[in-house]
């Protein structure tokens, strides 16, 4: 490695410390704005909320990664823009795409670390962190983090299974619903006020069977013990189901996929969050493609405009991966269409970007 790539490489590094440590600050100063009346009302102790945006920290880096990546490529190739440093190089011999190369290998590098950010340190600390404002935020009971909101499982085809309310620590469930279907017909519903997880199986107590017959007769009565299972309906799994996606690494996130498509139940939504995972890193090796060229142009206006620039160009990025998330989500595109689309659309901008400028 030449000196001069040495320079490059080291420039960016540092350019890119800055933007990832000023990015950081502002997202917790934001935040700790938004959420200070919060904390003030639960009375949380200042070292709980120092220990809650500590948690935070890796979350964020992850999030803005391609924004500082952007930051970092602006300043680097439009101050050496600014102070003439490329035009000597082209001067020299060096031609563009050797520093553009250089960029895009250390952000290829610096994606991979993002990645494995939010596989190994990411899920992890996201649980703690949502632990705090739960439990200590919220004051709700340990047991809230499963029974937030109604549960709708389908248990095998034609048979799907609605909860109430579910207590992981007595592995009880409330407020249950059993119905089957046949050829889109009801059939069957059976309703318990309880089940209780025992020996691998859940017991249902006291339930009530009505059953629908085609002539529109309808047999109802006490039953007397009932029991039911699934690949799906482990304790364990019922927590799962309201777990979010920045709570799990990619391949907890694809064994809960694969579970859920047992069962029958949509996965979509998972699945796009799970192409997600891979795509947001990538973004981080597509923006300075984009961002390069842009930034080789000399405008007047300097570091300011640079910067106002990277924010545009952010904020269009972004809003054009939100969408493609909300096309996934509302199955119009494909999970992993919805995930790389803005990644193959700035992608190939950037390409032609870049050729119409090297000509």
């Known amino acids: 490695m030449i000196i001069l790539d040495r320079y490059i490489i080291f420039r ?10 000023a990015a950081t600050v502002i997202f917790l100063v934001v935040d700790l704005v938004e959420n200070l009346d919060k904390f003030i009302d639960s009375r949380v102790p200042t070292v709980t909320i120092l220990h809650y945006y500590y948690l935070f920290i890796p979350y964020i880096i992850y999030l803005i990664l391609p924004v ?11 101050g050496m823009t600014l102070t003439n440093e490329l035009s000597a190089m082209q001067v020299s011999g060096v031609p563009f795409i ?19 950010l939010g596989e190994g340190i990411v899920p992890v600390t996201n649980r703690k962190r949502m632990d705090i404002y739960r439990y200590e935020v919220r004051k709700l009971p340990r047991e809230a983090r499963a029974r937030h909101g109604k549960l709708y499982i389908q248990v095998e085809p034609g048979r799907e299974l609605y909860i109430d309310r579910y207590n992981p620590s007595t592995r009880e469930a409330y407020g249950i619903e ?15 006020e309880k089940m209780v997880w025992l020996n691998s199986q859940w017991h249902l107590q006291s339930p009530v069977q009505r059953q629908f017959y085609p002539d529109g007769t309808v047999q109802w009565g006490s039953v007397r013990s009932m029991t ?32 859920l498509k047992r069962i029958g139940g949509s996965a979509v939504r998972w699945e796009v969050e799970l192409f997600f995972k891979v795509s947001m890193p990538v973004a981080a090796v597509v923006i300075v493609l984009f961002g390069a060229p842009i930034a080789a142009v000399k405008r007047r206006g300097g570091t300011m405009l640079g910067f106002g620039l990277a924010m545009f160009i952010c904020f269009v990025y972004f809003g054009f991966i ?9 199955e119009t595109l494909t999970p992993w269409v919805s995930a790389w689309i803005g990644n193959a659309f700035f992608g190939l901008l950037g390409l032609a970007i870049l050729v119409r400028w090297v000509r």
């Open 98 to 116: 050797r520093p553009l190369v250089l960029l895009i290998l250390t952000a290829g590098l610096v994606a991979a670390a993002g990645f494995c």
């Open 12 to 21: 960016y590094l540092g350019n890119l410390v800055w933007a990832i440590t």
């Open 228 to 259: 039911i299972s699934g690949a799906g309906l482990r304790p364990d799994e019922i927590e799962k189901v309201q777990t979010a996606p920045e709570e799990m690494n990619w391949n907890e996130l694809r064994a809960f996929i694969q579970r």
């Open 322 to 330: 939100q969408v493609g998330k909300v096309l996934g989500y509302n």
């Open 178 to 192: 059993i119905i089957d279907l046949s050829e889109g017909r009801l059939v069957r519903r059976v309703d318990a």
């Open 68 to 78: 500082a990546t952007l930051l970092a490529t602006l300043f680097t190739i439009g």
